[in-house]
Nanobody
Framework: QVQLVESGGGLVQPGGSLRLSCAASGSIFGINDMRWYRQAPGKGRELVAV???????NYIDSVKGRFTISRDDAKNTVYLQMNSLKPEDTAVYYCNADVLLRDPDATVRTVQYWGQGTQVTVSS
């Protein structure tokens, strides 16, 4: 059983900062890509940032230069540092990870997991 648990959301004024964390726990053999998505009220879920196992990163244009995704493989944790926050960043943020599981016969398979979401509200 693998779980992804997010933390760090909250209410912040425009221009402020927040740091989201997402820790994976369970019988994990390894983790490949890790991602942050967000879903604003009345909108679809969008991919915000991704970090590969080699720590290559990519971002949507609207957050480039303001958000930084990072990972700590020793802790199976991915972070999203959000600076210069804007009201349009308000959303529920979800982490997502491609987790490697090793079966008893030594087969390794990849399963994608989601966190429960954490609310980020940017408002004065």
């Amino acid at each position: 059983q693998v779980q992804l648990v997010e933390s760090g959301g909250g209410l912040v004024q425009p221009g402020g900062s927040l740091r989201l964390s997402c820790a994976a726990s369970g019988s994990i053999f390894g983790i490949n890509d890790m991602r942050w998505y967000r879903q604003a009220p009345g909108k679809g879920r969008e991919l915000v940032a991704v970090i590969t196992r080699r720590s290559s990163t990519n971002y949507i244009d609207s957050v480039k230069g303001r958000f930084t995704i990072s990972r700590d493989d020793a802790k199976n944790t991915v972070y999203l540092q959000m600076n210069s926050l804007k009201p349009e960043d308000t959303a529920v943020y979800y982490c997502n990870a491609d987790v490697l599981l090793r079966d008893p016969d030594a087969t390794v398979r990849t399963v994608q997991y989601w966190g429960q979401g954490t609310q980020v509200t940017v408002s004065s």
